[in-house]
């Protein structure tokens, strides 16, 4: 695969580009071994047929944002959640194993330049695109982290249809694009409002009257500190453009009806307790679904981030090698 193998090269700080029909490079002393030398000259034809291909590329924005370079094995394409960061799988991408390429995938509209996409088959499209320029043949992996769930769903389907082999497409704690709408929205407040009033009622029914009126004090006290702090600080331009990119995502998302899907497709949820409405909706449009849940302890949130990466990691290469992944399928 030239792309992984250049993306290799790059790690090692060797650049390297075409001049006319020559393939010329660059290289720290030392570094370009007698190996390597041998590799480049033996892909010289396919390595000068993709840096001429990727010219016409280069007045677009690219989406593909390297993690995990290395390694032979179909590489994994990780659409983000809602506000686009990439980086929300560094810690997977580091523990799914040197021989396993990652690649974030960066939706349009967070380079101050260009507008986010409004739409989520716009957006598997313009990924479907960018992925096949970067890597011709399959087979892919595609990754959804929450929101980018349902992006990373309709694009496994696009790239179907084009022809494309696709291994498989994980989700990671990726709610059914319903629950993004305001009905879904407004129960599930509901329930969150429920539980913070039930947790202050617990607190408050063990404490004496003096207690209680420091336990308000405080918590009033902390809420004008958390909204005086933000009002103070002046917008992240960074932060604005994060805003903007959840706002666009998730009107995409509660527009978009997921097609029927007939690979194969991996749940990952934190738990058996989470949004359970959400497997089921997945697998009313994907046969081949299998879910498997984490370690205990973790949320949505922070599935993916240390300490509960590695055992989401470990799931994830059980599942790709085909062995017993140690956690309970669907029903």
Known sequence: MVPVFLA???????????????????????VLTPELRDQ?????????????????????QRAIVPLQ???????????PGHNGDVFCYRSLAQH???????????????DGRSEPLKRVEDLAAYFADQIRAFQPSGPYVIAGFCAGG?????????????????????????????WYRSASQLRWRLRQQAERFSGHARAMATRSLG???????????QRTARRDAAQAVAPDPVLVLRAKMERAAIAALRRYT???????????????????????????????AEQYFGPEGCEGDTMLLEPYAPGFAALFRRCRDGRDADARPRD
Do not use: M, N
């Open 69 to 79: 370079p290395r390694g032979t094995r179909p590489p994994v394409f990780g659409v």
């Open 96 to 110: 799914v194993g040197d021989d396993q390429p990652f690649f974030g995938l960066q939706p349009p509209g967070l």
């Open 8 to 30: 290799d090269l790059r790690s090692r700080d060797i650049e390297v580009w075409a001049e006319g029909d020559s393939l010329r490079c660059t290289a720290p002393v030392g």
């Open 211 to 221: 207690e209680l009126r420091t336990y308000v004090a405080e918590k009033w006290r």
């Open 150 to 178: 349902g992006v990373a769903f309709e694009l496994g389907w696009e790239l179907l249809q084009r022809g494309a082999v696709v291994a498989c497409v994980a989700l990671f704690g990726s709610p059914y694009p319903t």
């Open 258 to 288: 997921p097609h029927p899907f007939p690979g194969r497709l991996l749940l990952f949820t934190p738990s058996q307790q989470w949004l359970p409405s959400a497997a089921r909706l997945w697998r009313s449009v994907a046969e081949r």
């Open 40 to 60: 480049l000259r033996q892909r010289k034809h396919e390595i000068l047929e993709f840096l001429r291909s990727a010219e016409a590329l280069t007045q677009q």
